[in-house]
């Protein structure tokens, strides 16, 4: 069963310089242990394009839980669903 997931683009930037989620905006511990797992790059057999960031969801669940709790509105995790014409799911 998996434990973590790939870091997208949009996480990364969200956590960077003028992104979503400045650091005054999280806990320190939490911040702290999102940048130690967007630091660490690990490489797997099937990765093609080369080292990929991996979160685990532990570390997703306390962060989406702290942006509920904060009243935000979106997640900076999910890029946000576009809706299919009937039919092509």
Do not use: N, Y
């Not at 669940?61 to 900076?76: A, C, M």
Request: some cysteine; proline content about 9%; aromatic content about 2%.
């Amino acid at each position: 069963m998996a434990s973590s997931l790939l870091a997208g683009e949009r996480l990364v930037r969200a956590l960077g310089p003028g992104g979503e989620l400045e650091p005054e905006r999280l806990p320190r511990r939490l911040r702290a242990e999102l940048e130690a797992a967007l630091g660490k790059k690990h490489t797997g057999s099937d990765s093609s394009s080369g080292p990929q960031r991996l979160v685990s969801f532990r570390l997703i669940r306390d962060l989406h839980q702290h942006l509920r709790e904060r009243g935000e509105p979106q997640s900076p995790v999910r890029e946000p669903r576009t809706s299919c014409p009937a039919g092509e799911d």
